[in-house]
């Protein structure tokens, strides 16, 4: 079963047969009529109702006692003398000040907050399921496409060239990507000649169908994460601002909870704030920072890491790197060293390179992945910031035309809004309730 018939298969209509054994057994027979009663059966419920007349006509008979005319007269005489006694204490309860009151009854309006508040925090705080925090994320995404879907099929009454040129600019728009958006154009056309389709909303279905297709291509995702037995490192690349210091920590939290021993790499060595960001992310998770004299070299810094992390028994080792895209040739020659220290510590390493992306970029995002697919092997994305953006469908496009696969996904502002990319609730997330 293909991606799309997972997502958005039509699910099978009932038989005939079915649905009438269904409401053969659910049809209530409770209110039968009761059966003719024998001629015995009607005699003693007479005897019985001759009966209950008798016992009703005795109780009459018999006079009513109330419990007041049974009071002995000692206890009149007691019951007057405690009346007494309360009128003259009466006066003393009533000149207690009102200043009294008001305290007491502030009082204990403030008991009440304060267990109030004391049963809000104690009630425990629903998890999102995986399913939920993609549909959160990408609720604008999802809004903004379809908004333009549907407006598009609303102003267009037949299915001609002009409606194929607005449906790609549509999805140029949607940020899916130029190559995506003329690949799943021309084949539209095609369908639609081939179905002799005339009205727009007979290709909706299609065009959902399309984009799914497209991200399916062979089926081949890569999205697992090529975790190691012994010691895994993870190399972290991307531009200044995307969120990749803040995914790194994150990840690291995520990873400790799971009980792995993680350690963190600061090379960004000519940000100062940069090694001070991450160096608050190790406190903050305890986890262990490497970090370095300022403007030292990177390579170096991450040697020191390397050799800790295999002498110590890490599990996990993440080094954050420079972003300046902007002189490619000395981040280029920067990389290609930190490579090569790396393989002289653990030849087969780093077992990933992660590229952070801002999906709030759309289109920049595409030009960035382009333009560091050119330094450096990129095994994976890291999509940062898709629940601030209506962009999220620049996924798609990194998809068609890198073939890199995304591998993590943040989904928010909170500690635990990372986790492992999956294709399945990404296109649920992005395309639910467009059909």
Known sequence: MGLFDRLFGKKEEPKIE?????????????????????????????ETAGDKVEETLAQEE???????????????????????????????????????????SQESLETREELASEVVEELPQVEETVQEKYDRSLKKT????????????????????????ELEELLIMSDVGVQVAS???????????????KKPDALRRVIIEKLVELYEKDGQYNESINFQDGLTVMLFVGVNGVGKTTSIGKLAHRYKQAGKKVMLVAADTFRAGAVAQL??????????????????????????????????????LMIDTAGRLQNKENLMAELEKIGRIIKRVVPEAPHETFLALDASTGQNALVQA???????????????????????GVVLAIREELNIPVKLIGFGEKIDDIGEFNSENFMKGLLEGLL
């Not at 309360?86 to 000040?97: G, H, L, N, T, Y």
């Not at 999802?142 to 409606?163: H, I, P, Q, W, Y």
């Not at 084949?187 to 179905?195: F, G």
């Open 18 to 46: 079915d649905i009438v054994k269904e409401a053969l057994e659910n049809l209530d027979l409770s209110e039968e009529v009761e059966p003719p009663q024998t001629a015995v059966e009607e005699t003693s419920q007479e």
């Open 62 to 104: 018999i006079p009513q006692v109330s419990t007041e005319e049974v009071i002995e007269p000692e206890a009149v005489e007691e019951r007057a003398q405690e009346e007494v006694e309360i009128e003259v204490d009466a006066p003393e309860q009533s000149q207690e000040p009102e200043e009294v009151l008001e305290e007491e």
């Open 142 to 165: 999802r809004t903004g496409f379809g908004a333009r879907l549907n407006a598009f099929f609303a102003n267009f009454r037949s299915v001609d060239e002009e409606f194929f040129e």
């Open 183 to 197: 690949n799943l154009t021309e084949e539209l056309r095609y369908e639609a000649k081939l179905e002799n389709a």
């Open 279 to 316: 160096a608050e992310w190790g406190r903050r998770v305890d986890v262990p920072v490497v970090t370095g004299p300022e403007k030292a070299d990177p390579a170096s810094v991450v040697f020191d890491g390397m050799e800790r992390a295999v002498a110590e028994g890490i599990d996990i």
């Open 370 to 392: 382009k333009e560091f697919s050119k330094i450096t092997p990129v095994t994976g994305i890291v999509l940062t910031k898709i629940d601030g953006t209506a962009r999220g």
